[in-house]
């Protein structure tokens, strides 16, 4: 009696499980769907109206960016690389 009973609720709990499994699923598979949707729309809306105006770059940031590029083109102000002798042990040594 016992183990009939046993066997009754196991089956009743493999189905119940599969059940649960299979409402989960469907869920899953509609949000999907649905974000699927909401993203293709997002999308379409922007190739519709364009991405907007930008901002335009701060006058300071456009003037320092102006005298980087500057001393960049010139090139005289290269700085040589100097290669630093070690010992054995990997220390800088001083010439």
Known sequence: ML?????TLVALNCILTLWIMRMII???NLAVVQI????????QKILEN???DFEPP?????????LLLNRVKQ?????????MPRDSSGKFTKD
């Not at 699927?36 to 999308?43: E, F, G």
């Open 58 to 66: 701060n006058p300071i940031q456009a003037a320092i960016s102006e």
């Open 26 to 28: 469907q869920q899953l």
């Open 50 to 52: 364009g991405l907007g």
């Open 36 to 43: 699927d949707s909401l993203v293709a729309q997002a999308i």
């Open 3 to 7: 183990e009939e009973l046993v066997a």
């Open 75 to 83: 090139g005289d102000n290269i700085i040589e690389a100097q290669v």
